[in-house]
């Protein structure tokens, strides 16, 4: 049996892994599903449709899976699916999505901080980190290993690519590319996050490629249509530039500059 405290509310339709551990006062609501290994801390609300993986831990008077503030939403069935081993620190929320049949969906080994919001079908890779108060709007794409600051917010329909970093208190508008760092009000890319790409095991040439790639896209005189050019033509074999130009080529917000 999982370890449910007395005063825990679990909906009938709810399951709950034997080896989750549900604390004082949490509720667990109709049509979720948990994981094993779960924690919830005191006073947590995880709401349905929602499937949730292993290992998770979720801290006091986090709010998951609670419908969608979308004002088009009209009580569709809809759903939040979240992966394994992430951690949900003090009041965070996290919306299910608002078309029918829509989910919005986490990854996995993420640490999300107190008061970050992500909402209405937001798709969230793996190995992330939002510091406090980190806030997106709906439909916003935030790839593997990318850092969102404190207090910041991030406008609906934008991406945030892999391995980029969001400074604190900055306002995003437009896509942020692969590797870079977006800080400012409006934001603006101020370089390559080199220590993050150091710390996840990118080689010398690696980040060579993409100091040089940057210079093409933030430094030249090209435009964008250019700079795309320049890179698939003098990088053709570098991995790490191909997937900063595709990313670039995809957008339809335009990115930060």
């Known amino acids: 049996m999982s370890e449910i405290h007395p005063t825990a509310i679990i909906d009938p339709t709810a399951q709950v892994a034997p080896s989750t551990k549900v604390g004082p006062y949490s509720i667990v609501g109709p ?43 009209k009580a569709e069935p809809t759903h939040l699916r979240i992966g394994n081993h992430n951690t949900f620190r003090e009041f965070v929320t996290v919306h299910r999505a608002t078309d029918q049949g829509g989910t919005t969906m986490i990854g996995s080994y993420g640490n999300f901080l107190a008061y970050a919001h992500i909402a209405h079908d937001c798709i969230v890779g793996d190995h992330v980190i939002f510091s406090n108060n980190g806030t997106l709007a709906g439909h916003v794409w935030v790839g593997d290993h990318a850092v969102i600051g404190g207090l910041s917010g991030v406008h609906q329909f934008c991406r ?12 995003i508008v437009q896509d942020v590319p692969p590797f870079m760092i977006a800080d400012g009000n409006p934001a603006e890319v101020r370089g390559i996050n080199m220590v993050g790409l150091e710390r996840r095991g990118f080689s010398a040439e690696s980040l060579r490629e ?26 053709s074999d570098s991995e790490s530039v191909h997937h900063l ?5 995809a957008s339809e917000r335009g990115i930060v500059r």
């Open 31 to 73: 049509g979720v599903i948990l994981g094993e290994e779960c924690i919830l801390h005191n006073h947590v609300t995880i709401a349905g449709p929602t499937t949730i993986g292993a290992g998770n831990e979720f801290y006091p008077y986090c709010s998951i899976g609670q419908r969608s503030q979308d004002l088009k939403y």
């Open 160 to 171: 945030i690519g892999a391995h980029a970093i969001i400074g604190g208190c900055t306002k």
């Open 210 to 235: 993409i100091r040089e790639a940057y210079k093409v896209i933030y430094r030249s005189n090209l435009n964008t249509s250019q700079g795309l050019e320049s890179l698939r033509v003098n990088f």
């Open 245 to 249: 130009a595709d990313f670039i080529a």
